[in-house]
């Protein structure tokens, strides 16, 4: 069993920036891939970031590459998204996630699931 646990959304106005950060735990949680979804109301959850715990690959949605940067931390056993630029279609819930998949951009191959933190960016 993996424990996900994010941190580090809130309010911010548009061309700001924030940093999400998703602390592992639990069994074998190295084996998986990382990475994060987002999720607007009424809509289905989509991919935003992957990484590999060794950081050797990340891979990201075309639309937040060049404003969005995961990175890994293996001493502190640790995922962040730093976000900058932040547009108001930015707004949603993201939530970590660990899968088994290459690149890890499908929802359904997502083994865990983090409870989810709230970003908003004001226009």
């Known amino acids: 069993q993996v424990q996900l646990v994010e941190s580090g959304g809130g309010l911010v106005q548009a061309g700001g920036s924030v940093r999400l950060s998703c602390a592992a735990s639990?069994?074998?949680?190295?084996?998986?891939?990382m990475g994060w979804f987002r999720q607007e109301p009424g809509k289905e959850r989509e991919f935003v970031a992957g990484?590999?715990?060794?950081?050797?690959?990340?891979y990201y949605t075309d639309s937040v590459k060049g404003r969005f940067t995961i990175s890994s931390d293996n001493v502190k056993n640790t995922v962040h998204l730093q976000m900058n630029s932040l547009k108001p279609e930015d707004t949603a819930v993201y939530y970590c996630?660990?899968?088994?998949?290459?690149?890890?951009?499908?929802?359904?191959?997502?083994?865990?699931w983090g409870q989810g933190t709230q970003v908003t960016v004001s226009s």
């Open positions: 996630a660990a899968g088994s998949r290459w690149p890890p951009d499908d929802n359904q191959a997502v083994n865990y």
């Open positions: 639990g069994r074998d949680f190295h084996k998986y891939v």
């Open positions: 990484i590999f715990w060794s950081g050797d690959g990340t």
